[in-house]
Structures are given as structure tokens and as C-alpha cells.
């Protein structure tokens, strides 16, 4: 146990559908994060929260993604009308905050558009 | 635009080989750079590194930072089957009071008995 939940861990879903992912990060950590994996590459940075609030997105999250994290404890990602493209593993990850290095990332959720 | 780039991509020794994972950078706003491992699913921490020159070790793994010529080098000795993963090196970027990663593409290591 990591301490970052993610829920669920697989998902294969219909192209055109819509997804939604979930990540409970460590109780005390107030930064979240959202990373996409492709195989064999690294995590690519998709959006971040300070507590409730979402201070960064990525260009590569099109209008399709939206991340919420409502009341600066779990965050959801919806992904919708999903592409094939849009196959990866999504990685949470939750940092204390300033002055820290602290990451500590969640078994990630694997999506697959079929 | 930030970018990280690790060498090799993939690398197969046996066991009890030592190996050396390459990292260059080459960002904005640079706070520090970690290594993480990954088998699975979620990366595991190894080692942040802040200062150049300076040695961090954890048992048979050991990583240094040189911050002037921008790279980072991960060593494994006497390696075993169980270091069989994915590393990543990410760099942590430090910009108007917020903080995220940036990561390599990985470079898979494969140990065979």
C-alpha cells in the first residue's frame, strides 16, 4: 500500500464513451497530481491541485479531460468521448507541499479504448 | 521546452554486473532531480539530489548531480534479478511558487540470473 489510491485499476471502455478515474491521495498532502503513462515512456504531466484548486494544466489535456479535486481531498479525472489515443496508464500522485520532495504516486489506472 | 533524457533505453547485464543509468537535462526553474524505480505500477522514490558532487548511496545504489554540465548518473552494483525494473529520472522544476515533475522516457533494466 502506497498510500495514494487509485480506483479503478483497469478500465476498458468503448470508444466514445466517457470515463471518470479517482485518486485519494495521503490525507496530509495538500498538492495533487495527474500524470499520463504510454508504454514505454516516462509520465507525462497532465494537471496538478493545490488543495481545491487546479493551478496547472498541460496542453495535452484537450477540452475531453477535466480534473476536479472539490474539496481538496480525492480529485477525479474525466476523460470524454474517449479516443483510442487516449490508452495509458494515469498515475495520481500527492506531495506535502513546499520545501519537500515528497511524491508519492498511486498504482495508477490503466485505461483501455477499444 | 523542459526535457529530460535518459540513456540507455534499455540495458541487459547478469547478474552481478555493475551498471551506470544516465540522466541529462536540460530545463527552466531547476529545484532538484529524483530517481524513481518502477516494476509495475507505481514508481518507488530512490533518491532526490540538489547539490552537484554530492553522493547519495542506498545500499547497492548510489546516484550524483552535476549541476554544470546537467546531468545526473545512477550506479547499481552487484546487481540481482530483483533490480529488474524501469528507472526513471524526473526533474522537479520550481516555478512561481509551485512545484511538479518532469520525466525521462526510462531506461529498462533487465537482470538475468
Known amino acids: 500500500d502506497t498510500g495514494v489510491s487509485q480506483d479503478p485499476r483497469h478500465k476498458i471502455t468503448k470508444r466514445g464513451q466517457n470515463v471518470t478515474f479517482r485518486c485519494d491521495p495521503i490525507?496530509?498532502?495538500?498538492?495533487l497530481y495527474w500524470y499520463r503513462q504510454t508504454l514505454g515512456q516516462g509520465p507525462e504531466f497532465l494537471t496538478y491541485?493545490?488543495?481545491?484548486?487546479?493551478?496547472?494544466k498541460s496542453r495535452l489535456l484537450s477540452d475531453r479531460f477535466s480534473a476536479e479535486r472539490p474539496k481538496g481531498s480525492f480529485s477525479t479525472l474525466e476523460i470524454q468521448r474517449t479516443e483510442q489515443g487516449d490508452s495509458a496508464m494515469y498515475l495520481c500522485a500527492s506531495n506535502p507541499g513546499q520545501k519537500t520532495y515528497g511524491y508519492t504516486f498511486g498504482s495508477g489506472t490503466r485505461l483501455t479504448v477499444v | 521546452e523542459d526535457k529530460v533524457v535518459q540513456s540507455p533505453l534499455s540495458l541487459v547485464v547478469h547478474e552481478g554486473d555493475t551498471v551506470t543509468l544516465n540522466c541529462s537535462y536540460e530545463?527552466?526553474?531547476?529545484?532538484?532531480l529524483l530517481w524513481y524505480k518502477q516494476e509495475k505500477k507505481a514508481p518507488t522514490f530512490l533518491f532526490m539530489l540538489?547539490?552537484?558532487?554530492i553522493e547519495k548511496k542506498s545500499g547497492r545504489l548510489s546516484s550524483i548531480l552535476d549541476k554544470k554540465e546537467l546531468f545526473s548518473i545512477l550506479n547499481i552494483t552487484a546487481t540481482q534479478t530483483g533490480d529488474s525494473a524501469v528507472y526513471l529520472c524526473?526533474?522537479?522544476?520550481?516555478?512561481?511558487?509551485?512545484?511538479?515533475?518532469?520525466f525521462g522516457q526510462g531506461t529498462r533494466l533487465t537482470i538475468n540470473p
Open positions: 540538489t547539490s552537484s558532487g
Open positions: 491541485f493545490q488543495n481545491e484548486a487546479q493551478l496547472e
Open positions: 530545463v527552466t526553474n531547476f529545484r532538484s
Open positions: 490525507s496530509e498532502h495538500n498538492r
Open positions: 524526473a526533474v522537479e522544476l520550481y516555478i512561481q511558487g509551485a512545484q511538479k515533475l518532469v
